[in-house]
């Protein structure tokens, strides 16, 4: 049924918005063109599911206040870690090189290029990086980025591992001490969720949603979008201290336990759906 047959017989129409366009950092041209679109089409939604309080105040910045909407955060156990606070806590303090993951598709909004620049500033022996993400999604930005990474002479400490499948990134997240993705946008952010569950603290950007997960300071760090100095700085810090890395990631790790599963988020959708009936015709 179209969607002016549904609005006819009474039946509501309901949307799960997750992440708008134009919340995206791009020409102001573009996203004016995005809002009007977006507003066009939420401007006849009668009800919303919103994966975050972030994404709710986007879409009623264009809208108004949406009268009838829940949030449902998405929920966490899609890849579930077995580590304890013990072994996070040993993890941490392990010497060598601090172990940093990136984890994404390689495309400019996940601010790879940024991460890369801040690290370019410290010492070669201190970290390694791993990156895992498609590696096709955008070609011409993963040639810049290998571009950047034989400019930078960085080729040695960062590995381009493409997509693995879930299996293989609970490897990683086990194996790793901090997750970094300086995305400029992002309307929920649940790889900064997967990787608390890990215990790893998270760096992110201060736009979008992850400050709805990461308390600065605590369990990770917000910095300014597109600034890569701030990304050095807190880093260099958990290079320095490993002691503060520990304490932040049983932080991580507790915050993650903080946030429904899967199940319950469900169940939140699945009672507000009950809710709604279809006016009689």
Known sequence: MNRQLRKRAGYPILTIVHHLRCSEARPAWQNRLYRWLERSYLGTVDGFIFNSQTTRASVEDLVGPAARAIVAYPGRGQLQSNLTPAQITRRAQQPGPLRLLFVGNLIPRKGLHLLLQGLSSLPRDSWRLEVVGRLEVDPPYVRGIRHQL???????????????????LVARLAESHVLAVPSSYEGFGIVYLEGMG?????????????????????????????????????????VEDRERLAHMSLAAYQRYHS???????????YRFLQTWQPNPL
Do not use: C, K
Not at 259 to 269: A, D, G, H, L, N
């Open 150 to 168: 034989a400019a930078l002479g960085l080729a040695d400490q960062v590995t381009l591992a493409g997509y693995l499948p879930d299996d293989e």
């Open 198 to 238: 890990a215990g790893l603290p998270a760096i992110a950007s201060t736009a979008g949603a992850a400050h709805e997960m990461i308390d600065h300071g605590q369990n990770g760090f917000l910095v300014p979008p597109a600034d890569p100095a701030p990304l050095a700085r807190h880093i260099g810090a958990l």
């Open 259 to 269: 946030f429904p599963t899967w199940s319950q988020s469900s169940e939140r959708i």
